[in-house]
Nanobody
Framework: QVQLVESGGGLVQPGGSLRLSCAASGFMFSSYAMSWHRQVPGKERTLVAVITSTGGSTNYANSVKGRFTISRDNAKNTVYLQMNSLKPEDTAVYYC????????WGQGTQVTVSS
């Protein structure tokens, strides 16, 4: 079955960096675009970044452009989100997602940006 497992979240000071990872299994990873989303309590889940199946094209939410970088390693079935210059408003649970016959989500990883 499809599984997505995020890791790499934690507590970081403003201006710091984190790298999130999402290990995928149960589908042909190299054939599908992957995306990262985030959600804060009481708000809708929002798209952060998306990457095509080959990694040749990426797209970002305006709020993270120039600070976050999405990448993937198709040999390792893993997608990454490098987050630099973190701000308190980046605090959220971060999820990776793949759209197959439906959207599949991981369990999420908490990112907290606070001094």
């Amino acid at each position: 079955q499809v599984q997505l497992v995020e890791s790499g979240g934690g507590l970081v000071q403003p201006g710091g960096s984190l790298r999130l990872s999402c290990a995928a299994s149960g589908f042909m990873f190299s054939s599908y675009a992957m995306s990262w989303h985030r959600q804060v309590p009481g708000k809708e889940r929002t798209l952060v970044a998306v990457i095509t199946s080959t990694g040749g094209s990426t797209n970002y939410a305006n709020s993270v452009k120039g600070r976050f970088t999405i990448s993937r390693d198709n040999a390792k079935n893993t997608v990454y989100l490098q987050m630099n210059s973190l701000k308190p408003e980046d605090t959220a649970v971060y999820y990776c997602c793949v759209l197959l016959s439906k959207a599949y989500w991981g369990q999420g990883t908490q990112v907290t940006v606070s001094s």
